[in-house]
């Protein structure tokens, strides 16, 4: 079977993002949100940061409404002093400017715990940035500085038990679609966040082969109401009920504009080029702490033969 994307353009609305998979073109079609409420976050970046004895967390929100906030606790500064913070592209030891965040100032002790509103203009120079690349924050004054990398909870793994599925979840690439594992769309939301999680695999034994099959049958009535299990990075287990199974699909419409937290499933409905897909659709219901070993397992990837 061939690859998980691949979508046609549909019509009803604007085209918002590229995204290319197996050197297929996907265009994801996003109108302008309707009004949403601000407090929905759409992601959580979080970094711990230290050098000699000062030490802390940092903190940055973004919320669907496009503004965000940054949070700092941190400790062992120098007391009643202002710090920079800097928002960057890639690593501490090779940063690229991305976004000014607010200043901090310290207490009479040195420390700081505060939130401040960062701006819609900001947090979109930050998350153009941050969807696809590693970014860092610097919190400095003068010859000293604390530096660290800003992090994001993935999804790590999947698992339909009904179904037998259950796979590791990679980050995507620029090629072909991985065999042997899952993979989720980097432009939409990840499990925990307001929006829709994408995750897509091919329908192949051991992979996403039972949701195809499924779908034949009476459309895949079977499969309403099952449980799916998405793990992620920080240790959290995220559960979804199907309530929709879609075939023939051509467009992911407004995918990109729909606030509740939802999970997508794509796969395949034939060979390699073939431009339906099948997506089934599930609804958050719960989440949940989960070990390390059970969030976290060792992915085997393979080049698919065509």
């Known amino acids: 079977m061939s690859s998980a994307l691949g979508l046609r353009p549909g019509r009803a609305r604007r085209l918002s993002t590229l995204v290319a998979v197996a050197a297929m073109v996907v265009t994801l079609l996003a109108a302008t949100a309707s009004p949403v409420a601000a407090a929905s976050i759409r992601r959580t970046w979080q970094s711990q940061v230290a050098n000699g004895a000062a030490s802390g967390q940092a903190t940055l929100t973004r919320y669907w409404a496009g503004n965000g906030t940054l949070g700092l606790n941190l400790v062992g500064l120098a007391p009643a002093t202002k710090y920079h913070v800097i928002a960057y592209r890639g690593t501490c030891l090779k940063p690229i400017i991305v976004a000014k965040l ?4 310290t207490d009479a002790s040195g ?37 660290g990398g800003l992090r994001s909870a993935v999804a790590t793994r999947i698992a339909i038990a009904s179904l037998k599925i259950d796979l590791p979840i990679v980050k995507p690439g620029t090629g072909y679609p991985l065999c042997n594992v899952a993979m989720y769309l980097r432009d939409l939301s990840q499990p925990v966040e307001a929006g829709v999680t994408f995750i897509y695999a091919h329908a192949r034994t051991g992979m996403f082969l039972p949701l195809l099959l499924r779908s034949k049958v009476n459309n895949g ?3 309403l109401g099952m449980t799916v299990q998405v793990w992620t990075s920080n240790d959290l287990v995220t559960s979804y009920r199907i309530i929709k199974v879609r075939r023939h699909v051509t467009s992911l419409g407004n995918a990109m504009s729909l606030e509740p937290q939802q999970l ?11 431009i339906p897909k099948l997506i089934v659709v599930a609804k958050r219901i719960g989440v949940a702490p ?5 969030a976290n397992p060792v992915p085997h990837p393979v080049v698919c033969g065509y």
């Open 102 to 105: 607010p200043d901090a100032l």
């Open 221 to 223: 009535a079977s499969m």
């Open 111 to 147: 420390n700081v715990a505060s939130t401040a509103g960062v701006s819609t203009a900001v947090m979109n120079s930050f998350w153009a940035v941050a969807r696809t690349t590693a970014t860092a924050i610097r919190i400095g004054s003068g010859t000293t500085a604390l530096c």
């Open 290 to 294: 989960a070990t390390h070993a059970a």
């Open 264 to 274: 997508w499933l794509q796969t395949s409905e034939g060979p390699r080029g073939t």
